[in-house]
């Protein structure tokens, strides 16, 4: 198959109009007509729905779009790991990292050991939330992630590295029911609270939810926040409360405004996950970031917390 036609059809779907694509590729409009028909002969089947408003991908055309992506991407892999064969790593790797968790704090240390090891890689970071974060893995565009745990997914591999208590956050000043020991709170009293959490899609959120209501206790949301900024104000306000791991709290509320108390009857707990592919082997580049990833966050968890007992623990 040829892979002109691939990038061809790639490009006309995220173009959303055949007009816009053969503009974008220089192409005349009839000759890109042309190669989707090839491929749609060569296919037997149709790939494309055209309309006024433009071209969207039939069930068999989003299904070659997700491969063509796999594949342009490693044919341009190839030619890069050719190119830099023999020579220090090189090249451009995608790390995401799941907002609200202990590792949104290591954005600098990343960077700075990166650069100090491979000043030719370069790595763009994002924070972006579990299912859209898996997907976009799935189809190369991010190499790897630092996430809350959602579960087994098809296509991605999770190496778990903590295990993590739940804790309430809240604002100093706030009067709260002692809980059974210092510095604990039970879900119950933590359910009457106002809560501050991502939305559904994010895998906290499900953990607190799914345990609130399997107490029989109802989630009282008071909004849901996807902004650390915009949480830290809100419980300086105190305007309500959030659920976080320990790690996560101390990186993100350190500061003498807020208490930190462990939710206890029972506890909750979340894992963070190292996010990679399980279809493709990463690039030379990404495979140096991912070593310098597991030596950091090793070194971290060792200094203050508790890492799994039996070592990390792949799903596939």
């Known amino acids: 198959m040829d892979t002109r036609k691939l990038a061809y059809f790639v490009k006309i779907v995220d173009s959303g109009s055949i007009t816009k694509a053969a503009a974008a590729l220089h192409v005349a409009q009839p000759a890109l007509s042309q190669q989707v028909s090839s491929l749609e002969t060569e296919l037997k089947q149709r790939l494309l729905i055209r309309s006024k408003q433009g071209v969207e991908p039939t069930a068999a055309g989003h299904t070659l779009y997700r491969h063509s992506q796999t594949i342009l991407r490693l044919v341009e892999q190839a030619r890069l790991d050719v190119a830099a064969s023999g020579a220090a790593p090189s090249g451009r790797v995608s790390i995401a990292i799941a907002p609200y968790s202990m590792a949104s704090s290591l954005t600098p240390r990343i960077i700075s050991e990166v650069n100090r090891r491979y000043p030719d890689i370069v790595l763009h970071l994002t924070e972006i939330y579990g299912g859209v974060l898996s997907e976009a893995i799935k189809n190369g565009r991010l190499d790897m992630a630092l996430i ?10 999770f190496t778990t590295l903590i ?8 604002n100093a000043g706030r009067e709260l029911p002692v809980g059974p020991d210092a510095g604990t709170i039970t879900l119950e009293e933590a359910s009457t609270l106002g809560l501050f959490l991502p939305e559904q899609i994010h895998t906290l959120r499900q953990v607190v939810q799914a345990g609130i209501e399997g ?12 902004s650390v900024p915009s949480l830290t104000r809100l419980l300086r306000s105190d305007l309500g409360a ?21 939710i206890v ?52």
């Open 148 to 157: 809350y745990e959602p579960g087994p997914i098809r296509g991605v591999q």
């Open 163 to 170: 295990v993590e208590d739940l804790y309430l956050i809240v």
């Open 215 to 226: 107490k029989g206790l109802k989630l009282h949301l008071v909004g849901e926040v996807e």
């Open 242 to 262: 959030t659920i976080l791991p320990k790690s996560a709290a101390d990186a993100l509320f350190h500061e003498e405004d807020f208490r930190v108390l462990r």
């Open 265 to 316: 009857d029972p506890a909750l707990q979340c894992k963070i996950a190292l996010c990679t592919p399980d279809h493709e082997p990463l690039s030379e580049a990404g495979s140096a970031v991912l070593l310098v990833l597991k030596e950091m966050l090793q070194e971290m968890l060792r200094s203050k917390y508790q890492p799994l007992s039996d070592g990390a623990r792949e799903t596939p």
